[in-house]
């Protein structure tokens, strides 16, 4: 188990760094010390082993500590971040609900059987003194950790991160990203739904390294720690960060920027203003990283680069191969693939077929086996019967436009034609020639095109646009009468 590391990190260098939470510097003593305090407060509740515990916890630090000490009693997690996500989600085998207290009680819907409802204050463990570091007791570990994919359709499916697997994938996740025992890795704010924010922190404590976490509003601090040997961003937290005035440059930290397509013009910035060494990710959760690309030529931000351990396919329709060159469905299998979601027969079956996961994208494979993403197979826009991938337009907007993001939707007219939603997120006005030639010239031939600013789009955790959540906004302000 993680913890037996962690245990073993603190007993050998107790002092070492393990968490830099905003000023506060957790060592692996410190740490290893709230994570028994955890499992005896957590005996004491008579939780039920083989049971899933859902967190609903908003300090990375309280969250963790209670997580690992849960995994060791024989319990199965799931952070949720907002506690009103769990109805939502359709748990199985829910024996308790940990909150923060907040004066308030989660009310879940239906009532499980034998549920147990425990709320802790505030920054919980954050707070506690470190006690003496004795023996773990033998545990027994629970199935894993349960998380979420990023719901852009409207529903979040769960992925157990099984723990008979988990060292072999943690050891795949610092090859990958190049974690060691030296290594200082700021996730910032990823959650543990996320697979970054699991994998990726238990594969430093694994090697002996050391996780920043970062909760608060002012982002640019968050780099400011000596020594930072890697960084993971989403694009809309890497353009925040690159609007302070000041940023500490550094000549050897690795920048992961993933989660969605990145303009090319936010690239340059982070190469010239934070590090030269900026790597595009690609990855799920289902299947883990599969793609990582060194940023050195422009054709590095259009074409990436396929981890050797993963094998990518381009299929037709039938599911069958196409040679390079040709367009079609992605589909690929790596050593951290899942073979089906959790209580989803239907989903899985649409996903998981032939010993292949189906992220949904489409794509070509090009003769050097670099792999061109041309969109998401359900997000195709059909623009007078030609047929473009939704995210090509809006990322060629977004970049002519220099705005923070751009998303295009289909909709009926009342004649029952087809025309073209193009919500912009800018803050700042755009001059309207220079906004008409550019729909045009990405939306051809169509004779109207809504547009509409908003000073935030919706996102999910990783930064890709919600599309399903704008689409009910969209709706809902159309069907709001004037004043």
């Known amino acids: 188990m993680i913890i037996d590391?962690?245990?073993?990190?603190?007993?050998?260098?107790?002092?070492?760094?393990?968490?830099?939470?905003?000023?506060?510097?957790?060592?692996?003593?410190?740490?290893?010390?709230?994570?028994?305090?955890a499992r005896e407060f957590l005996v004491e509740q008579d939780l039920r082993r083989g049971s899933v515990a859902v967190l609903?916890?908003?300090?990375?630090?309280?969250?963790?500590?209670?997580?690992?000490a849960l995994q060791s009693l024989g319990l199965t997690t799931i952070a949720v971040g907002v506690a009103e996500r769990v109805n939502e989600l359709q748990l199985r085998n829910i024996g308790c609900i940990i909150t923060a207290d907040r004066g308030r009680l989660l009310k879940i819907a239906p009532a499980a059987k034998g549920l147990k409802r425990i709320?802790?204050?505030?920054?919980?463990?954050?707070?506690?003194?470190?006690?003496?570091?004795?023996?773990?007791?033998?545990?027994?570990p629970g199935d894993g950790h349960i998380v979420l994919t990023s719901g852009t359709t409207g529903i979040r499916k769960k992925v157990l991160v099984d723990s008979k697997n988990l060292a072999d994938w943690l050891r795949r996740r610092s090859t990958i990203y190049g974690i060691s025992e030296n290594s200082i890795v700021n996730i910032?704010?990823?959650?543990?739904?996320?697979?970054?924010?699991?994998?990726?922190?238990?594969a430093t404590w694994h090697d002996g390294g050391s996780v920043v976490m970062h909760q608060f509003t002012d982002v640019q601090p968050a780099l400011l720690i000596d020594g930072i040997t890697i960084a993971v961003f989403t694009p809309p937290l890497l353009e925040r960060f690159l609007q302070a005035k000041d940023i500490k440059r550094s000549e050897t930290m690795r920048l992961i920027v993933g989660g969605a397509a990145v303009p090319r013009a936010m690239i340059a910035a982070a190469q010239a203003r934070i590090t030269p060494h900026v790597f595009v990710g690609i990855g799920s959760r289902e299947a883990g990283m599969w793609a990582l690309t060194l940023i050195e030529r422009d054709e590095d931000s259009d074409s990436h680069i396929i981890e050797p351990s993963v094998e990518v396919q381009i299929v037709d329709d039938h599911d069958r191969p196409l040679p390079a060159g040709q367009t079609g469905l992605v589909r690929l299998r790596s050593p951290e693939m899942v073979a089906s979601?959790?209580?989803?027969?239907?989903?899985?079956?649409?996903?998981?077929?032939?010993?292949?996961?189906?992220?949904?994208?489409?794509?070509?494979?090009?003769?050097?086996?670099r792999l061109v993403l041309n969109g998401r197979a359900n997000n195709v826009l059909n623009v007078r019967g030609r047929k473009i991938a939704a995210e090509q337009i809006e990322l060629a907007l977004q970049e002519s436009l220099a705005v923070n993001g751009v998303c295009?939707?289909?909709?009926?007219?009342?004649?029952?034609?087809?025309?073209?939603?193009?919500?912009?997120?800018?803050?700042?006005?755009?001059?309207?020639?220079?906004?008409?030639?550019?729909?045009?010239a990405q939306l051809p031939g169509i004779p109207y095109a809504r547009v509409q600013f908003v000073r935030a789009l919706p996102r999910n955790d990783t930064g890709k646009i919600d599309r399903a959540a704008l689409r009910q906004q969209l709706l809902a302000e159309r069907a709001t009468p004037s004043l």
């Open 408 to 440: 295009v939707l289909p909709v009926r007219n009342d004649g029952g034609d087809e025309e073209f939603d193009v919500v912009i997120e800018s803050e700042k006005p755009i001059d309207k020639t220079k906004l008409a030639s550019s729909i045009s």
């Open 188 to 202: 910032f704010n990823f959650g543990m739904w996320t697979g970054i924010g699991y994998k990726v922190p238990l």
């Open 5 to 37: 590391k962690i245990f073993e990190h603190a007993r050998e260098q107790p002092e070492k760094l393990a968490i830099a939470y905003g000023p506060r510097k957790i060592s692996y003593r410190e740490f290893a010390s709230w994570i028994l305090q």
């Open 56 to 68: 609903a916890v908003e300090c990375m630090v309280d969250c963790w500590v209670l997580t690992l």
């Open 341 to 369: 979601y959790l209580d989803d027969e239907e989903a899985s079956r649409a996903v998981f077929r032939h010993g292949y996961f189906y992220p949904g994208d489409l794509g070509t494979l090009r003769p050097d086996g």
């Open 119 to 140: 709320q802790i204050p505030e920054y919980f463990y954050l707070h506690k003194p470190t006690q003496e570091l004795r023996e773990l007791p033998v545990m027994t």
